[in-house]
């Protein structure tokens, strides 16, 4: 089992900055990859950025230049670094932890959400 609490969210002017940060509990945080997702009102949840157990990280086109994910195992936290925010970006973030064991199973935990207002 892991929980999932992020916080960091808010309402931030356009070209503003906000560091999302998701802090895990319950289990061996490094093992896990760690995802950012996104939804916005009336539209589907979209992929935001991940990071792998190994570092490795991948974007959505949308966020790619202004976006950065990074993770502490130490501290086992995912954090996510959005910077030039946009209107669009306004949405409900969410963190998600996948583990997927040897025999191919797989566990998936969500959080909350944080709210990410951004004005224009």
């Known amino acids: 089992q892991v929980q999932l609490v992020e916080s960091g969210g808010g309402l931030v002017q356009g070209g503003g900055s906000l560091r999302l940060s998701c802090a895990a509990s319950g289990s061996i945080f490094s093992r896990y990859d760690m995802d950012w997702y996104r939804q916005a009102p009336g539209k589907q949840r979209e992929l935001v950025a991940l990071?792998?157990?190994?570092?490795?990280?991948k974007y959505a086109d949308s966020v790619k230049g202004r976006f950065t994910i990074s993770r502490d195992n130490a501290k086992n936290t995912v954090f996510l670094q959005m910077n030039s925010l946009k209107p669009e970006d306004t949405a409900v973030y969410l963190c998600h932890a996948k583990y997927v064991t040897t025999s191919g199973y797989e566990f998936n935990y969500w959080g909350q959400g944080t709210q990410v207002t951004v004005s224009s």
């Open positions: 990071i792998s157990i190994g570092g490795s990280t």
